[in-house]
């Protein structure tokens, strides 16, 4: 089993960046599809973007494409969300996900996400 820590959180002023990772605590998840998650109070969750295991296919939100780049390093077991142009509104705890399932793709039903990390906060004062 798989277990996902993300890093990179924290306070940043509208129109700043962060760079979020994620790697797992235990093993490798170079096989695996990962997904970034987020949500916020009061809002229901949000499925900001994914990776295949290959990294050759991505997805992002629209709402975040221009802003947000999403990548891997499987030599560095790391996965990372980039993001820039921050806004109040993608203020959330993120959270990184793996799809075990080992599909060449990218499967955006949640459910396939199976081991979930306990998220990062990402707080953007306007």
């Known amino acids: 089993q798989v277990h996902l820590v993300e890093s990179g959180g924290g306070l940043v002023q509208a129109g700043g960046s962060l760079r979020l990772s994620c790697v797992p605590s235990?093993?490798?998840?170079?096989?695996?599809?990962v997904g970034w998650f987020r949500q916020a109070p009061g809002k229901e969750q949000e499925f900001v973007g994914a990776?295949?295991?290959?990294?050759?296919?991505?997805y992002l939100l629209d709402s975040v494409k221009g802003r947000f780049t999403i990548s891997r390093d499987n030599a560095k077991n790391t996965v990372y969300l980039q993001m820039n142009s921050l806004k109040p509104e993608d203020t959330a705890v993120y959270y990184c996900?793996?799809?075990?399932?080992?599909?060449?793709?990218?499967?955006?039903?949640?459910?396939?996400?199976?081991?979930w990390g306990q998220g990062t906060q990402v707080t953007v004062s306007s």
């Open positions: 996900a793996a799809d075990r399932s080992r599909r060449a793709g990218i499967d955006l039903a949640i459910s396939k996400f199976d081991e």
């Open positions: 235990g093993g490798t998840f170079s096989n695996y599809a």
């Open positions: 990776i295949s295991w290959s990294g050759g296919s991505t």
